[in-house]
């Protein structure tokens, strides 16, 4: 099997690492490599694959939207999510999905049944695509720019707030989707008043322990890594290319591991 993930820049991907060790522990043959492309490779990147060069892309930022030109049809979650981040063969056609909100739904299962309310924090593509796969409609967004929290609430019939109104009380699980905290000192919003037991998760993994997670652990909260939603994207993705589920737990301790060097 030939794999890559498509991206720019790309250097700091650990999925080349991931899904070679899934490959080895699966028996499977085959390579997984990082591609820097600049958006005018694209075109033949997905030629390339079309004619047998390769069994299949991931694609990570800032490429999930323009790939959306390239592939002959989108399944029902990436139309939903309006990104992709896979792309595989079916009966020699290219198709488009996105396995980021389904990855992190799998990987919290563990920790909530989704009875209860949910925040999210952040209106852009992953928040999209996570909204998209959430199994309930409890669901509150906030977004520093209001008016894309309201966008994003109306395309799925949920409801948005503001930094000023938020309740972070209400909430039995919080899922942190921007940017802030990759510089290990931001926050994106005050956790005073966050209840006991409240699953808290930020998809940053770099730092593996963000700001956010780390006063969220001090208050008793139960937290997720970004590691959960990178290697349950990647399961999906992995189990789309080869029709195998492969193994998270090992995964998983990878990842950690190579993020804690």
């Known amino acids: ?12 991907s650990l999925s080349p690492q991931l899904h070679e060790q899934w490959l080895r522990a699966s028996g499977l043959f085959g390579r997984y ?17 079309q004619e047998g060069e390769w069994d299949g892309f991931n694609v990570t930022i800032p490429y999930k939207e323009a790939v959306v030109r390239y592939v002959d049809e989108l399944d029902e979650a990436a139309k939903m999510a309006g990104a992709v981040n896979t792309v595989y063969k079916r009966d020699g056609r290219l198709v488009g999905t996105n396995t980021d909100g389904a990855g992190l739904v799998q990987a919290l299962m563990p920790f909530t049944d989704w009875s ?10 992953a928040a999209r695509g996570i909204v998209q796969a959430l199994p309930t409609r409890q669901v509150s967004i906030v977004n520093r720019t209001v008016e894309r929290a309201k966008e994003l609430a109306n395309t799925f ?17 919080i899922i942190q989707t921007t940017s802030v905290g990759m510089d290990e000192r931001s926050t994106p919003l005050s956790l ?17 322990v963000t700001p956010m997670l780390q ?14 939603m990178f290697v349950g994207q990647g399961a999906l993705s992995f189990e789309k290319w080869t029709g195998v589920k492969p193994d998270e737990t090992i995964g998983k301790k990878l990842i950690e591991g190579l993020l804690e060097e």
Do not use: W
């Open 1 to 12: 099997m030939n794999l890559a993930v498509i991206g720019h820049p790309i250097a700091h």
């Open 157 to 173: 019939g949920v409801t948005y707030t503001t930094f000023d109104e938020v309740d972070i009380s209400r909430y039995d699980v």
């Open 116 to 125: 209860g309310n949910v925040l999210v924090i952040g209106a852009g593509g």
């Open 192 to 208: 005073e008043g966050l209840r006991q037991n409240t699953v808290v998760c930020d998809i940053i993994y770099r730092p593996l």
């Open 33 to 49: 490599e990082a591609i820097d492309a600049m958006e005018t490779d694209l075109p033949r990147l997905f030629e390339a694959m």
């Open 215 to 228: 006063e969220a652990k001090r208050r008793g909260a139960r937290i997720v890594t970004g590691v959960a």
